[in-house]
């Protein structure tokens, strides 16, 4: 692998996209085959769907309340309510991911990419997208986390996500059937990021 288990300039990567595309699958796959990149935990106030884990892929939050102690207190780079559920990114998750020198890869809905534009200007925005809206409804059908109305409602917004992500993101089309390939072109996505003249580090 080209690159070095520590960049002394590593990347934030926010990685957006509608529901079900895939993002989560990715991110998993580019650890599972050893690429430098470390997803702080984000927080929501939904329940824990199967095979995610506390403190790595979310903080879960039932309480609303708390949740929204801790915008007040300035502890959540971006926070929405998307589907009835709170998300928001924590600082200091962020913070912790880049002190291992590592890229972080920041996983967050439409709504929270276009917050973040402002937070972190030196990211890379990346949006994943379907192959079509046929394979986005497959994917959220095998999710078995949504009935059919709200399968509905999800897909009728999709579109109009993707549309809003192309204004300031780079597509990444999530090939069916080959989540190697998606990979491949997030990580050269990442590798021309990198050697961009004049890239500063990201503070957060």
């Known amino acids: 692998m080209s690159q070095e288990a520590e960049d002394p300039l590593p990347l934030v990567i926010v990685l957006t996209g509608p529901s079900g595309v895939g993002k989560d699958a990715v991110i998993d796959r580019a650890i599972e085959r050893g690429y430098p990149i470390v997803r702080p935990a984000t927080m929501t106030t939904r329940a824990p769907r199967s095979g995610e884990q506390e403190a790595i892929h979310h903080y879960f939050s039932a309480d609303r309340d708390d949740f929204m102690a801790h915008v007040a207190a300035g502890d959540l780079l971006e926070y929405a309510e998307v ?14 991911a880049l002190s291992t020198g590592n890229h972080v890869l920041v996983r967050v809905d439409v709504q929270g990419a276009e917050a973040l534009r402002d937070v972190l200007p030196g990211a890379l925005f990346v949006a994943v997208e379907p192959v079509s809206l046929d394979a986005l409804r497959t994917h959220l ?16 917004i999709a579109q109009a996500e993707i549309e809003r992500a192309r204004r300031f993101c780079t597509p990444l089309v999530n090939v069916e059937g080959d989540l190697d390939a998606t990979v491949d072109r997030l990580m050269e996505l990442v590798a021309t990021e990198r050697c961009r003249p004049g890239r500063q580090p990201q503070t957060v």
């Open 83 to 96: 589907y009835g559920n709170l998300y928001g990114v924590p600082r200091q998750s962020v913070r912790d």
């Open 141 to 156: 059908e095998a999710r078995n986390t949504e009935d059919a109305e709200q399968i509905e409602r999800r897909l009728a």
